[in-house]
Nanobody
């Protein structure tokens, strides 16, 4: 089992920045990659970014590319999401997720590829 705990959410004005953290514990050596998803009220879970533990390959949704940066600290088993130039439409609960296996690029955005999930952290961007 893998446990994921997100932190760093909050209220920020449009144009501002936040950095989310996701601390992983348990059988972290069984995971291949980590992802960040978000879910706004009344909407489905949306992929934002993904990073592999080994090599640090990254993937981004078009909606956040150039504004969000995912990174990882292998020694701390922690993944970060630096969010800049935030917009009101970025308001959502942000979830960290762990994928145990290699996943083809075409599928990295699917929540179904991720076996473990955190409890989420709220990000609210005011206009």
């Amino acid at each position: 089992q893998v446990q994921l705990v997100e932190s760093g959410g909050g209220l920020v004005q449009a144009g501002g920045s936040l950095r989310l953290s996701c601390a992983a514990s348990g059988r972290t050596d069984s995971t291949y990659a980590m992802g960040w998803f978000r879910q706004a009220p009344g909407k489905g879970r949306e992929f934002t970014s993904r990073i592999t533990w080994s090599g640090g390959s990254t993937y981004y949704a078009d909606s956040v590319k150039g504004r969000f940066t995912i990174s990882r600290d292998n020694a701390k088993n922690t993944v970060y999401l630096q969010m800049n130039s935030l917009k009101p439409e970025d308001t959502a609960v942000y979830y960290c997720a762990a994928d145990r296996h290699w996943t083809p690029t075409a599928a990295v955005a699917s929540p179904l590829e991720y076996e473990y999930w955190g409890q989420g952290t709220q990000v609210t961007v005011s206009s």
